[in-house]
């Protein structure tokens, strides 16, 4: 069965940081670019960061540039978004999506992990 | 990046048809792709390259496109197509986007 599991969510204090990792699992990891993407409570769906399958193309949105960082071990057929100098507003479930090959589509999702930040 | 503009609700009896537009400058040059998602569960996809039903997606659900507009359609829509939907597009520097969502009540 394909699967992403995500993990590593959390209460963290406003400037401090989070790892988040998604584990994949029954299909080539190695084949696909990876993103995660985040929805507030109650709010709607925010792309976060996207990974090339080989790790040469990496982008992010405006919000999260310079204090986030995604990166992957396709040895370890995991995904990670490292999570710096957290903010209020980044309190989200984070989900990580898979992307369909030459599509800007995401077809498989994790169930989501949950980050709180507050003092 | 640019916007995608969806209504923030449309409403549609059971059987009736249900039409979920999405707005953005740059769709007459990139695919828009179009998501389901139910409380407390992930999106799904439903439609992608404007048009295209994944497998498994049931044949109610359809898209189009046309100028600098994409619009799902649901004929025919049961209770259990209550959901919220977006729609989601890229842009030519690799960055995605999402549009604000629009919820879908069934009467």
């Known amino acids: 069965e394909v699967q992403l599991v995500e993990s590593g969510g959390g209460l963290v204090k406003p400037g401090g940081s989070l790892r988040l990792s998604c584990a994949a699992s029954g299909f080539t990891f190695s084949s696909y670019s990876m993103n995660w993407v985040r929805q507030a409570p109650g709010k709607g769906l925010e792309w976060v960061s996207s990974?090339?399958?080989?790790?040469?193309?990496?982008y992010y949105a405006d919000s999260v540039k310079g204090r986030f960082t995604i990166s992957r071990d396709n040895a370890k057929n995991s995904l990670y978004l490292q999570m710096n100098s957290l903010r209020a507003e980044d309190t989200a479930v984070y989900y990580c999506a898979r992307k369909v090959v030459a599509e800007d589509a995401f077809d498989i999702w994790g169930q989501g992990t949950m980050v709180t930040v507050s003092s | 990046s640019y916007e995608l503009t969806q209504p923030p609700s449309v409403s549609v009896s059971p059987g009736q048809t249900a039409r979920i537009t999405c707005s953005g400058d740059a769709l007459p040059k990139q695919y828009a792709y179009w998501y389901q998602q139910k409380p407390g569960q992930a999106p799904v996809l439903v439609i992608y390259k404007d048009s295209e039903r994944p497998s498994g997606i049931p044949e109610r659900f359809s898209g189009s496109s046309s100028g600098t507009t994409v619009t799902l359609t649901i004929s025919g829509v049961q209770a259990e197509d209550e959901a919220d939907y977006y729609c989601q597009s890229a842009d030519s520097s690799g960055s995605v986007v999402f549009g604000g969502g629009t919820k879908l009540t069934v009467l």
């Open positions: 990974i090339s399958s080989s790790s040469s193309y990496i």
